[in-house]
């Protein structure tokens, strides 16, 4: 493990970073992530499940998604994943959890390479690359080989974001879910992200600080941009959407997002289910190797979308 430390690139100034030096970063760092000397971190993925890259045709662009099979026999489940990191992050950090879900559920487990942020890239670009992918699969059920009626959708961080999002436009549209599942959700990208006790009691953790949470904010939200318009936690209505398991690990400066966004669902009427993992960080679940935690959290995401992708 200590072999796979000294590999990650060392963190740029947040508040200072050029472009240059953020590529530089982020393409080191999503290498490290990516190698299977990684693993002892991000864990061995699951064998019951084929893990493979395609591409998706989108409105005006082709985006990567990491898809994972099990050996079932279709049409399966659909769940779309979201992987954390916002600025830096790829979906084969988060192999283990997918291709497990996929085995075990079973599914068809679409992660997103979304766009990552940065001063060309904003979160709402990110927001529709979750969205569009979602849209596309269904559309395309056949292709896919999926249930269109069986449609979960599950994010971590920034991603999480990005999947609460899509959970909203899937109401508004008619899209049908049957849940969603929010990992240490950043449901709020407003002013208020700084006001939380959970922001001021666990503001310099290894693994999520404020100077990263300002970083992502200034790359997330452009000046002139609407930032309540993409934080979930202040949308006008949240009834009617698919129920959600929201797991907050309490160590973490955006614990208290999630435990307002469930309280928020739960007041709108929509179930929403609030799991705490005490003296878990931030990112645990893409870290079982680092994380105990991970496995019972695991556990519990799967028997949650077991219930709700059911026939």
Known sequence: MNDI??????????????PEELIAFRDAENRVRASTAARVITGEPDSGATIGWQQVALPGRELPVRVYRPSAAGPLPLVIHVHGGAFVGTAAQSDWVNSHLAAHLPAVVV???HRLLDWETPLSAAADDGWDVLRHVVEHAGTWDIDPARVAVFGESCGGLISALAAIRARRTGLGLRAQVLVNPAVDVTSTAWTYDSTTQYADTPTLSVPVLRFFQRLAIPEGADARALSPLYADDLNGLAPALVVVPTSDPIADHGRRYAERLQAAGTPARLSEYPETGHAFLSMPGMAPQATPARAEILAFLRESLGR
């Open 111 to 113: 992660s997103v390479e």
């Open 5 to 18: 430390i000294a590999m990650r690139p060392a963190e740029p100034d947040w508040s200072t970073v050029t």
